[in-house]
């Protein structure tokens, strides 16, 4: 696999050129090595062995990566999730900067004709990756979304900025009982993410990942309006730890959460996808061509896609990290100010560690 992995004091992150996709996060904290982000367990296998029509993305399912669009790509001829997710990056810049280090990647493909770079930056002590991509020219307009996904060998607790509603799409993701399970209503919402309805009857808790309920669940989170950055952390279980990602919902006003939880019984997933949890922040609907046209996010004025035009470049910002936690209950509420975040529990307690403040450009303008 043609990785490059970069580091800074804490930290390290390995990119997959081959699909854009991050092969491997560390983060060392308290004599331990924490890794808050998943690998699909047939990675590395002899190509032979996955069916032929796999694509590229799902071969080598890592991490996080970029979707441009997010799912089908419907206007501009790609795999699923498009060829950010699927084909390969060049590293463009790679090297030290003042109390960390920096990398750009770029695709080689281009994307509606728009040039699109990946940006990676570390910092010194900070249990964070920084992300930045940045489309330059192009026509149109794309739907895009990170895809970060986490997982748990015994389940654990989520917790959330403010959101305004919670809404699956009008069919599950494996309908077919013959192929895999779903467990949520669909189409259905609520603006409770502890009690949604569930397609047996009664309601769910989404804020409770357990390891017993086997399924594929898809539900879009649309963010309320308040003055803070947009995240979401992923108390787990066994690992004792807290996996964050955060963004700045100006740019990524959606929250896509995909529970794969051994319900999918066809190859390559056969069952053995397990604990994982897919938290897509994005600015799209679901598939390209939805995000475009009419659309259910749109008429609640939610924006699908960031338009394109030569001589213009747009650029959205991410971050994932992980910290050691003792519990297993989420925090209550994060706060970010210049030098740091406070993690604040349920108790009142606050645990600060070291954080850019400033790089999701909360409260900055962002273009259409």
Known sequence: MDTVTISAKGISVSLDLAVGHIAAMDVEADGRILKPLHRAPWVGSPRETLPESTPEGTVRLSGDFLCAPFSASDVEAAPLHGWPANSEWDVVENGAIAGGWRAVFRLRRKVMGAAIDKVFTLRDGHPFLYQEHIFSGGSGAISVAHHPMTSMRDGGRLAFSPKRVAVTPPTPLEPDPARGRFMLAYPARSGDLAQFPLAAGGAADLT??????????????????????????????????????????????ITMLWFSNGGRDYAPWSGRHLGVLGIEDGRAAVGHAASLGDNWLKREGVATAFALAEGRSVSFRHVIGGVPAAGVEPPSAIETVSDRMRILAANGTAEEVPFDGEFLRIGRSVPA
């Not at 990942?209 to 879009?220: G, L, S, V, W």
């Not at 947009?230 to 807290?242: F, M, N, Q, V, Y």
């Open 208 to 253: 409770d990942y357990r390891m017993q309920d086997k399924r594929e669940d898809f539900i879009t989170l649309v963010e309320a309006d308040h003055a803070g950055p947009g995240w979401t952390a992923i108390a787990r279980r066994a690992e004792k730890d807290l996996v964050l990602v955060l963004k700045n919902p100006a740019e990524l006003p």
